[in-house]
């Protein structure tokens, strides 16, 4: 029964878009506010074959849409814990974008605590150090109309066919409205530094300032790397190529380097 249990879990928060079952590394991906493990379906295509992405996918939205969303980061990160954990056969890094930024970073945090092995890297991208607060006033309880303009004006965009589509809007905006209480809600707590590498990444027109991205290297005792690129919030979308780029570099030196560990 354990094993059955397993592996419902793991089809239900992991999607694997193209299994590689050779890899020697695996990409855990986190997504950003509102969006879902499908914002990575294509990124097997852009990475070395011998990584293996595995896009985390929470509860409230695409396939899981008839489930519950979670408010509060805490009660997540303890759930994802033991999904990340039995996949960690081979050795593994974290990606997350905004708010899938600050869960990697936690759940990271949880692993160790716990015993359990912790990413070769840490990949964190448009998403404040932890203990640098928003200067911008939370949105989740606004209503609608004005929840939509203040998602416009402040990450980039919003779907027209969401913002026109009343049907469509009650579907999206409460789950959108319950990942950013959970940002809004989160409250760091001072740990020691992690001793694996993190690398930011920032976008030049994103509002997040750069010495909110460099304060990222207070949380690591290895290797720190920030690199900005062009496009706002959602560079992630607009700056693809680019960004997987960066990445294919660092995972390529992480495999190289764990190559000449094990000779």
């Known amino acids: 029964m354990d094993g059955v ?26 997504p950003y506010a509102g969006g879902g493990a499908s914002t990575f379906h294509t990124w097997s295509r852009h990475l070395p074959e ?5 896009a985390v996918q929470l509860p409230g939205r695409e396939d899981r849409f008839r489930e519950q969303p979670f408010h509060c980061l805490a009660p997540l990160v303890r759930t994802l814990a033991p999904v990340v954990a039995e996949r960690c056969d ?14 990697a970073f936690e759940l990271t945090r949880h692993l ?3 015993g359990a092995p912790i990413p070769d ?7 404040r150090a932890p203990d640098q607060p928003d200067p911008l006033p939370p949105i989740p309880d606004l209503p609608d109309d004005q929840f939509v303009r203040e998602l416009r004006q402040r990450y980039g965009g919003f779907p027209d066919a969401i913002a026109s589509d009343p049907q469509l809007r009650s579907l999206f905006l409460p789950m959108i409205r319950a990942d950013l209480e959970l940002v809004n809600s989160y409250v760091y707590r001072p740990e020691p530094p992690l001793d694996c590498p993190i690398a930011v990444y920032g976008g030049l027109s994103d509002p997040i300032a750069r010495n909110c991205l460099e304060a990222w290297q207070a949380q690591t005792t290895a290797a720190f790397r920030l690199q900005m690129l062009p496009g706002g919030h959602f560079f992630i979308n607009s700056d693809t190529a680019a960004l997987l780029r960066s990445v294919s570099e660092q995972l390529n030196e992480l495999m190289q380097a764990r190559g000449h560990d094990e000779v």
Not at 5 to 30: E, T
């Open 50 to 54: 011998q990584v293996e992405v595995a």
């Open 5 to 30: 249990d397993a592996s419902m879990r793991q089809n239900c928060w992991i999607k694997c878009y193209q299994p590689r079952p050779a890899a020697r590394l695996r990409l855990f991906c986190f």
């Open 112 to 114: 160790r605590q716990t």
């Open 90 to 103: 081979i050795p593994f890094a974290c990606f997350g974008h905004s708010m899938g930024g600050l869960i």
């Open 121 to 127: 890297c840490l990949f964190l991208s448009g998403r």
